[in-house]
């Protein structure tokens, strides 16, 4: 039982809480009374706790994370993120006065919590714990907000908006306020270390959360020790790698695995809004309910995950010469046979009921339409009955990690069309219908061909009953970045051989070499441990839309997803033609500007460099 998807969906809270909203920064003006009202016993002060934990379902805060970490396709993510992307974002940005509004709701929503439990008239042993959780909570808010701002202003009890009006507290003394709330929870004796799967406590945060957070505020610090220490607490308390698969770690069934330390969670009621939507964002047509796909993973990124022997992936090295050919050309090889024995052969075997004669006539006009478009020299380089093979070699071989997130080329997935379950497979130009041979994956990209998540999207017709509310649970903490964590605070201690260990850690779950196990993945030293474990974290966490505040972190995201080895960047499709531009609009994309509307408002805010 999951206790806050239960609490998530009363009538009871949604009304209670509905007097309480924040009027920090723009809302409506907050009623005294009626928040006095709410903590008059346990259960309102269970509701009021539940309401600052409600706050994580705001978009920018962990639903709708992991938009700022895909590529998207232009006009399917929301202005505010694609702005960032292209180099067009100002200090009037949607992007950034709705993560600073979203994210001071939940602290004024903490900030009424604490304070009102503080004078509550229920047991001293259950409101200590009560206010432990909400400062856990509060300092996971003020971590998002320096993450991206470095410095905010800094507010510990509940403001009208006519008294917002303090000036910018420096990064380091938020990182500080964070500390000491969650030291503060860590040292609560109340507080359990963790709860146990199936306990109807779970969801709640725990001081392995706490330890877990202040790790992460350590390593912004650069304590590299204090982040040590704290990451390996969390281990100490039964945090561990799930050991059933990577693919299978996102499944609803194992999302209260010893892994999962913090996450967001979701439930699949058509009467709610608790789902999440990554099934609907991420998934294709031939996904339950008919997705749109309109958050995709970038060609570029894919092109990073290593062979499975830990060696750096190059084209050339499959298909001589594609580095080198036109970025249009190398379409040749994603073509789908057209031989006509292969095709009646394949067709038969999925059960194809029609005229194959036609759908063979059909499948070779689509590819010879294709093909006109391409130089001579490129036409020459088809395979008519080995095209398909030939390019499946190429991800086959490679960090198992990949096939596991991205649906590649030729590669089958596990879908519903028309709510009737099917295997689809991804072929390149698409021919038939979703409920006939030959099954081809249909996406709502049909003229590109594009790179699809795998990870978080539904199988056939049972894993949900609503598109845009998937039941899967959003990890926002998971154990996999805490040993990541550690071994990055390891290493840049001087000892990178414990890195190694931890870093191997993941790469023995992922099946991929080991570090140090042969040539390819013998490390060279901290500077390039630190290289490897940042890419690590980059393909443990693929998709899961907690990489970007690291990248902001590192200072890597321009070269990671601006400066790509052809020297373009953008969204692209498989095979390297642009079909949207991203353009770095400088380095002062690493501190975002403090939003106009508050500046406006509050007059003793500072503006960052560069805004």
Known sequence: MKLFKKLFILSAAVTALSGCRSDLLDTVPYDKAASNSMWTNENFCELGVTGVYHELREDYIAKKAYELE??????????????????????????????????YEGIQRANDAISHLAEAPVPDAFKN???AEVKILRAFFYYKLNAVFRGVPYYDVPVLITEANKPRSSEIEIWEACVKDLTDAINEPTLPDRIAAGNAQWGRVTKSVAYALRGKVYLWMQDWAKAEADFRQVGNMGHKLFDGGYKQLFKEANEQSDEAIFSLQCIDNNETADGNSMSFRYGGRTTFGSCWNTILASTDFVDTYENIDGS????????????????????????????????????????????????????????????????????AL???????????????????????????????????????????????????????????????????????????????????????????????????????????????????????????????????????????TQVNGQDDMRTRIQNEYRWETAG????????????????????????????????????????????????????????????????NPGW
């Open 544 to 607: 899961e839309g907690v990489s970007f505040y690291e990248e902001m972190r590192w200072k890597t995201w321009k070269e990671s997803k601006f400066n790509n080895a052809d020297g373009t960047a953008g969204m692209k499709d498989i095979w390297g033609v642009i079909t949207y531009n991203w353009t770095w609009g400088g380095d002062q994309y690493y501190v975002w500007p403090i939003p106009k509307h508050e500046t406006d408002m509050n007059t003793s805010l500072t503006q």
């Open 382 to 520: 088809y395979l008519p009955a080995g095209n398909e093979a030939r390019i499946k070699a190429v991800y086959e071989n490679r960090d198992p990690r990949l096939t596991q997130t991205i649906i590649t080329p030729y590669a089958t997935y596990n879908g519903s069309g028309n709510s009737v379950d099917h295997t689809f497979t991804s072929r390149w130009p698409y021919y038939g219908a979703d409920t006939d041979a030959p099954f081809d994956l249909r996406t709502d990209t049909q003229s590109h061909l594009y790179y699809l998540f795998r990870k978080f999207v539904a199988e056939g017709s049972s894993e949900m009953t609503n598109r845009e509310k998937s039941p899967i649970d959003l990890p926002i903490i998971r154990y996999a970045t805490v040993v990541l964590g550690l071994a990055e605070a390891l290493n840049e201690q001087g000892k990178t051989a414990e890195a190694i260990e931890q870093v191997n850690l993941v790469r023995e779950r992922a099946g991929v070499a080991l570090l140090n196990s042969n040539a390819a």
């Open 70 to 103: 895909a590529y998207c396709v232009s006009g399917s993510c929301r202005d505010n993120d694609y702005s960032i992307l292209a180099g067009t974002a100002s200090t009037g940005s949607g992007l950034f006065s709705d993560y600073w509004k979203q994210h």
């Open 312 to 379: 750096k992936f190059n084209w050339d090295d499959y298909l001589p010469g594609y580095s080198s050919m036109e970025p249009k050309d190398r379409e040749v090889f994603f073509l789908r046979n057209t031989d006509a024995d292969v095709l009646k052969a394949e067709l038969l075997s999925l059960g194809y009921e029609g005229d194959i004669d036609a759908a063979i006539k059909g499948i070779r006009e689509k590819v010879e339409n294709r093909l006109s478009k391409l130089s001579t020299a490129a036409q």
């Open 129 to 131: 714990k009560l206010i």
